[in-house]
């Protein structure tokens, strides 16, 4: 992969680089907690207001991988990318009118809170953290081996010293935003990543709709025509058709994401951070708004790279086509670049920089809260808030080291199936072990485990067989075929799997469990269900 920038506009997003680091670092170090108060570093006290907190969901929902790859897909596989960006939306939508107020309700810090509410157990944390971190660890994987990719497209650079230098130095720096800043540190970061995002996104969406006379059919039609698949960019199916059964493959594919999307930690842990059920139903509201936003803002740029540049010459540039939303951005301002054209390409260029800061430091602040608080606070009660939170921020450390070094090992092969990883997780583990313990009144804690450990154990079974671990000159090991698994995720088994085990375990638990967890159930069903004040452990 390439760079075809200027010289000036390199030098200029430098700049604008290293005054970001500044910026933000400053920022966490004057929003952070300056007292040993577990409140102030887990949810900031609920002190955001419903806009800033829903920017700062909206900012953790869109991670990198959104901005870069759903962009790409979009630009490579035209009507199967919109689906992908209108199913992330979806994710958050189900996760605001189904799961965000029961959330709030019934945790205080972490997940590991909200399904111990109704099921005290270290048994239920520790499942609950070790779910969290094989969640969240393939997505930072991600997030920090794109930063070397990133810098090195925009600054011109390919040494792969410079590239491991970057990852090494940038993952650092973001370990540093989730210790130092804590909750209101890093929603702030989220915030200023939304902002300078959908601004400047939807600018170049605008220089993009002129450039066909703002009609969106003439874009789209310009797309095909560019895309050399002819009406087949238009139609479903590009995306999966190499596989046996794109049909299935590419609603399973979608289903994971709609399922596990939204109830990945490092989003729902925004939920506790609302002061009050209203809150976090105008914080969602707001959240949905701007993710919906920018699917617009980004299928119009993946659209426009397509049809002002061709498929041929993005995957020239990346065969994934992370390049997309640059390329498009480029392409966007024509050959003669003005010096307005010049600052505004700097300022995507930044805003996707700021994202892969802001996303890594949100998911390392949900897996230390997760470590801190369910597996060694919950072990030793007698700790003071200030060990607690020593412990958090050395959490942060010990779970950003090692995504830092898997960045640097992995830079050079595909990331699909981590974030592929993630989302299954999500949709067979996490989203089940929610539904059931939020709304089933006879689900026990040995249906609960068997959920987050079934469901996870399936997807690490079945994963390493699909298609995006061998098997194609796309998978991460291209020269290798043990593909044994024909679809591009592990949904179609997992998911069910992972609702069946959790009814099997509440079944094997006998009646008497299963009317003892009903009790139990209906004696925190208003704190849970009906918008009680949370109780405070």
């Known amino acids: 992969m390439?760079?075809?920038?200027?010289?000036?506009?390199?030098?200029?997003?430098?700049?604008?680089?290293?005054?970001?680091?500044?910026?933000?670092?400053?920022?966490?170090?004057?929003?952070?907690?300056?007292?040993?108060?577990?409140?102030?570093?887990?949810?900031?006290?609920?002190?955001?207001?419903?806009?800033?907190?829903?920017?700062?969901?909206?900012?953790?929902?869109?991670?990198?991988?959104?901005?870069?790859?759903?962009?790409?897909?979009?630009?490579?596989?035209?009507?199967?990318?919109?689906?992908?960006?209108?199913?992330?939306?979806?994710?958050?939508?189900?996760?605001?009118?189904?799961?965000?107020?029961?959330?709030?309700?019934?945790?205080?810090?972490?997940?590991?809170?909200?399904l111990t509410r109704r099921m005290p157990g270290r048994a239920v944390r520790i499942a609950a953290c070790a779910v969290t971190l094989l969640?969240?660890?393939?997505?930072?994987?991600?997030?920090?081996?794109?930063?070397?990719?990133?810098?090195?497209?925009?600054?011109?650079f390919s040494g792969e010293t410079l590239k491991t230098g970057c990852i090494i130095g940038l993952g650092a720096l973001m370990i540093s935003y989730a210790a130092i800043g804590g909750m209101k540190g890093t929603a702030l970061i989220q915030m200023l990543k939304m902002v300078m995002l959908l601004g400047s996104g939807?600018?170049?969406?605008?220089?993009?709709?002129?450039?066909?006379?703002?009609?969106?059919?003439?874009?789209?039609?310009?797309?095909?025509?560019?895309?050399?698949?002819?009406?087949?960019?238009?139609?479903?199916?590009?995306?999966?058709?190499?596989?046996?059964?794109?049909?299935?493959?590419?609603?399973?594919?979608?289903?994971?994401?709609?399922?596990?999307?939204?109830?990945?930690?490092?989003?729902?842990?925004?939920?506790?951070?609302?002061?009050?059920?209203?809150?976090?139903?105008?914080?969602?509201?707001?959240?949905?708004?701007?993710v919906v936003l920018f699917v617009l803002v980004i299928t119009v740029i993946g659209f426009g790279a397509t049809a002002l540049i061709g498929r041929a010459v993005i995957a020239g540039a990346d065969p994934q086509g992370n390049s997309a939303y640059l390329l498009g951005t480029q392409a966007a301002f024509g050959t003669e670049v003005s010096a307005t054209e010049t600052f505004l390409f700097t300022t995507v260029t930044t805003a996707i920089f700021l994202t892969l800061l802001a996303s890594v430091a949100g998911m390392i602040l949900a897996c230390a809260n997760s470590l801190a608080h369910d597996v060694f606070a919950?072990?030793?009660?007698?700790?003071?808030g200030r060990r607690e939170m020593m412990i958090a921020r050395l959490s942060a450390l010990a779970v950003g080291a090692p995504a830092i070094l898997l960045a640097t090992m992995m830079q050079h092969r595909s990331l699909q199936p981590l974030i592929t990883l993630a989302f299954c997780i999500g949709?067979?583990?996490?989203?089940?072990?929610?539904?059931?313990?939020?709304?089933?009144?006879?689900?026990?804690?040995?249906?609960?485990?068997?959920?987050?450990?079934?469901g996870t154990l399936v997807v690490l079974l079945l994963m390493p067989g699909t298609n995006l671990v061998s098997g194609s000159p796309f998978s991460a090991f291209p020269e290798a075929d043990f593909n044994w698994f024909p679809f591009t995720t592990t949904g179609i088994v997992s998911i069910p799997a992972g609702f069946l085990f959790g009814w099997l375990g509440t079944v094997a638990s006998g009646h008497e469990k299963a009317e003892e967890q009903r009790r139990q159930y209906e004696a925190v069903e208003g704190w849970i269900l009906a918008g009680a004040v949370r109780r405070r452990d």
Do not use: K
């Open 2 to 114: 390439t760079s075809q920038f200027s010289g000036d506009t390199q030098t200029l997003s430098l700049v604008a680089f290293s005054a970001v680091v500044t910026i933000t670092l400053l920022l966490c170090v004057m929003t952070g907690p300056d007292r040993d108060d577990l409140d102030e570093f887990y949810t900031g006290y609920g002190s955001l207001s419903a806009m800033r907190n829903g920017l700062a969901i909206g900012g953790d929902y869109i991670s990198a991988a959104t901005v870069l790859g759903t962009t790409g897909v979009i630009a490579m596989y035209g009507y199967d990318g919109i689906v992908l960006a209108l199913s992330t939306a979806l994710s958050l939508m189900l996760l605001m009118f189904l799961l965000a107020e029961p959330l709030r309700n019934a945790g205080r810090f972490t997940m590991g809170d909200a």
């Open 202 to 290: 939807a600018v170049v969406a605008a220089l993009v709709l002129s450039r066909f006379d703002w009609d969106p059919g003439a874009l789209f039609t310009a797309a095909a025509d560019n895309s050399d698949v002819g009406s087949a960019f238009l139609n479903s199916g590009l995306q999966f058709a190499g596989g046996p059964y794109p049909g299935l493959d590419m609603f399973t594919s979608h289903l994971a994401i709609v399922l596990g999307g939204g109830v990945l930690p490092h989003v729902t842990m925004r939920m506790y951070t609302a002061s009050s059920a209203r809150q976090v139903r105008r914080s969602m509201s707001w959240a949905v708004s701007t």
């Open 427 to 454: 949709a067979s583990a996490i989203a089940p072990a929610l539904v059931y313990s939020l709304f089933w009144r006879r689900y026990t804690r040995a249906g609960l485990l068997s959920t987050l450990i079934g």
């Open 378 to 384: 919950d072990r030793l009660r007698q700790w003071s």
């Open 135 to 156: 969640a969240l660890v393939p997505l930072m994987v991600v997030q920090l081996a794109g930063t070397g990719q990133l810098l090195a497209f925009i600054l011109g």
